[in-house]
């Protein structure tokens, strides 16, 4: 069975531009979170998705959206790039919120310059 | 705010050593999970535990859960080469609270074994 997929693999943005992430979960999961992985730390949670709907929210600024689609994929929009937001974005997926193990994507390595 | 404190940031070992990661907390988790991340990809799940005190082995790997689900070690033995990389840590937030379905991810230790 394929794990969770992710694209593009790499970008590069300049500052003030937009970017648009993609995730498709693991067949028969419902749940998308977003982490972001900055380069020597921890990933830090953004997003969580349910059925399509937003169930949690780290403490990122509005700049930060998404959003999950009928067969459960997930984009991550970010507005308004600054050089702070280069970093590692995760994506992981679980069958439901809160009980289940997540399972992370390869990731998307975003630069901004 | 749930935070994980994870120790030590880096541990360089000589192939054969064996050694321990702490993961501490002063909040409760429903579970907490262990990864391992190779450089640029996406972290791998290790091992989930739910129960205090629950002890798992994985080969030579050995994770313990707190009895009060606030801590967790990962205990490796005789390590190898192949156990380089970065290992994280990562708390479940409990049901009810404004932290679950989240995961609240340590610092991460960089694992160096030497041959």
């Known amino acids: 069975d394929a794990g969770v997929t992710q694209s593009p693999t790499h970008l590069i943005k300049t500052r003030g531009q937009h970017v648009t992430l993609r995730c498709s979960p693991i067949?028969?999961?419902?749940?998308v979170s977003w982490y972001q992985q900055v380069l020597g730390q921890g990933p830090q949670f953004i997003f969580q998705?349910?059925?399509?709907?937003?169930?949690g929210r780290g403490n990122f600024p509005d700049r930060f959206s998404a959003r999950q689609f009928p067969n459960y994929s997930s984009e991550l929009n970010v507005n308004a790039l600054l050089l702070g937001d280069s970093a590692l974005y995760l994506c992981?997926?679980?069958?439901?919120?809160?009980?289940?193990?997540?399972?992370f994507g390869p990731g998307t390595r975003l630069t901004v310059t | 705010t749930q935070l994980l404190e994870q120790s030590p940031q880096f541990l360089s070992i000589q192939e054969g050593e064996n050694l321990t990661v702490y993961c501490n907390s002063s909040?409760?988790?429903?579970?907490l999970q262990w990864y391992r991340q190779e450089p640029g990809e996406g972290p791998v799940l290790l091992v989930t535990?739910?129960?205090?005190?629950e002890v798992k082995k994985l080969k030579r790997l050995t994770f313990q859960f707190g009895d009060a689900r606030k801590d967790s070690s990962l205990h490796i033995t005789a390590a190898q080469p192949g156990d380089t990389g970065l290992y994280l840590c990562?708390?479940?937030?409990?049901?009810?609270?404004?932290?679950?379905?989240?995961?609240?991810f340590g610092q991460g230790t960089i694992l160096t074994v030497h041959p």
């Open positions: 992981a997926s679980s069958l439901v919120p809160g009980r289940y193990e997540q399972y």
């Open positions: 067949s028969g999961h419902k749940s």
């Open positions: 998705y349910y059925e399509k709907e937003e169930r």
């Open positions: 909040s409760v988790f429903s579970s």
């Open positions: 535990v739910v129960t205090g005190g």
């Open positions: 990562a708390g479940l937030g409990n049901a009810g609270g404004t932290s679950y379905g989240k995961l609240t």
